[in-house]
């Protein structure tokens, strides 16, 4: 392990750690109340081992998911690409970032939330973002050398004076209707680690981790592989660190049921809420300007690296069309719809993250096993497609008028997690039938 895997790891952790990483460890930790541990658990591993194990599985072609995926299905790689990259670019995570920004870094300085203060912010906010996406060659040292460091700082001043500060304080009692049990509250996390969009964005920053490493003189031959798990590995122990101090401040805030139900009325988000008042505790009136430098930095690194990886694969997608215009289109877009606020771009992500992330780690953990083991390409397909089904009916019994009554019946949908045994199944009947119709197992190199 040399310096080059160091600044690859750092910059993934950067752009990884934005609005989410912020924001929903200490609600999650304020909810779960003495049910902290199983939850944080759950919400790490789909926050930080789903993840690691995208970008290190996307690294067994040297093209990346487009030609991994393609090997299932290619319409699927497209169709699954495009959602992927939508979702996490221009629709959802890339607006998330500006609003959270406003929401942690503006507010509590210049208290206020005028549509025009959100306006002007987030016209300043996508300049800068633009102009740091704009030459993607020079996005690993600008994010991974630079703003990266910046921000380890600021957060860890933040933790280590509020872990002094609370150290006292008791576990609050959280909310028992949800987190009821430790298998219930892990299920829970589970869930809540979708948000950060990350085993999602793992798909598409793969490629930027491959790009960087490769551009170290280091190939596929010489070690790639090897090399993406160690750049991964360290993104992940910095986010663990992060994820569990941010969840253990938010398990730590007395905060009264009063003020819960004026922020949930008020339209606030808790999670930002949280993080301003340990900020506030631990340092004063300093405690703003400080939760404001370091939201700045954990979503200018995000969005950049959102920004410049969706664009590169639109452009793959759709050569006649520059990169450059699509980081132009894209900003732009951001730009609009972060100006609905952060508690409507959230609300509006849920739905679609229920469907698509199952699909999503269903399809990496398919390549990944199909790496070690020969799997007939009827075995993936047929995960696949019983996942997504699923996961579309569970997403419509969700709706206030939809009653499907068996899918709340069916094995772990108490957790959230009824389409495991459908992937599994899936997989064990194409497997057989493969087998039966001597079909030739994928090969992925």
């Known amino acids: 392990m040399n310096k080059n895997i160091f600044v690859v790891g750092f910059m993934l952790f950067a752009i ?25 658990f759950g919400f790490v591993i789909t926050g930080i081992g789903l993840p690691l194990i995208g970008v290190i599985t996307g690294s067994i072609e040297e ?12 319409v699927f790689a497209v169709v699954l690409l495009v959602a992927i990259s939508l979702t996490i670019g221009p629709l959802f995570a890339i607006p998330r970032t500006a609003a959270t920004s406003f929401e942690m870094g503006i507010t509590p300085i210049f208290e206020t939330t005028s549509s025009m203060s959100l306006f002007i912010f987030t016209l300043i906010y996508f300049i800068i973002v633009f102009y740091l996406s704009f030459n993607s060659s020079k996005m690993v040292d600008k994010v991974g050398s630079i703003l990266t460091p910046l921000l380890l700082i600021s957060i860890t001043a933040l933790i280590v004076k509020a872990f002094i500060t609370l150290s006292g304080e008791s576990t609050v009692s959280g909310d028992p209707a949800v987190y009821s049990s430790s298998g219930t509250s892990f299920g829970k996390g589970f869930v809540e680690g979708y948000l950060t969009m990350d085993a999602i964005a793992a798909i598409a920053f793969s490629m930027i981790v491959i790009t960087a490493i490769k551009s170290k003189g280091v190939t596929k031959e010489t070690g790639l592989f090897k090399q993406t798990i160690f750049a991964g590995i360290i993104a992940a122990i910095a986010l663990g660190f992060i994820y569990i101090s941010l969840g253990w401040i938010g398990n730590h805030m007395n905060v009264s049921s009063e003020t819960i139900k004026e922020l949930n009325a008020n339209g606030q988000n808790i999670g930002t809420y949280l993080l301003t008042s340990a900020a506030n ?31 590169e694969f639109f452009n793959e997608l759709l050569p006649k069309i520059s990169y450059k215009w699509f980081v132009a289109i894209f900003t732009l877009i951001s730009f609009i719809l972060s100006n609905q606020g952060l508690t409507t771009v959230i609300k509006g992500s849920l739905p679609v993250l229920l469907v698509l992330y199952p699909i999503a780690i269903t399809a990496v953990l398919l390549i990944l096993l199909a ?74 190199s």
């Open 371 to 444: 790496k070690y083991v020969k799997t007939p390409p009827i075995a993936q397909q047929l995960a696949v497609a019983f996942v997504t089904i699923i996961s579309f009916i569970s997403v419509f019994n969700q709706m206030e008028w939809a009653t499907i009554g068996f899918i709340s019946k069916l094995p772990l949908a108490q957790y959230q997690m009824e389409w495991i045994p459908f992937a599994i199944v899936g997989f064990i009947i194409g497997f057989i039938i493969g087998k039966v119709k001597n079909q030739a197992p994928i090969e992925y």
């Open 63 to 74: 093209k990346g998911y487009r030609v991994s995926l393609g090997k299932i299905h290619p």
């Open 281 to 311: 505790l631990a340092f004063g009136e300093f405690g703003k300007y400080l939760i404001g430098i370091i939201v700045a930095l954990a979503c200018l690194t995000t969005a950049t690296g959102l920004i410049v990886s969706v664009s």
């Open 16 to 40: 990884f750690f934005g609005a989410g990483n912020l924001i929903f460890p200490p609600a999650l930790g304020l909810s779960s109340g003495n049910f902290f541990w199983p939850a944080i």
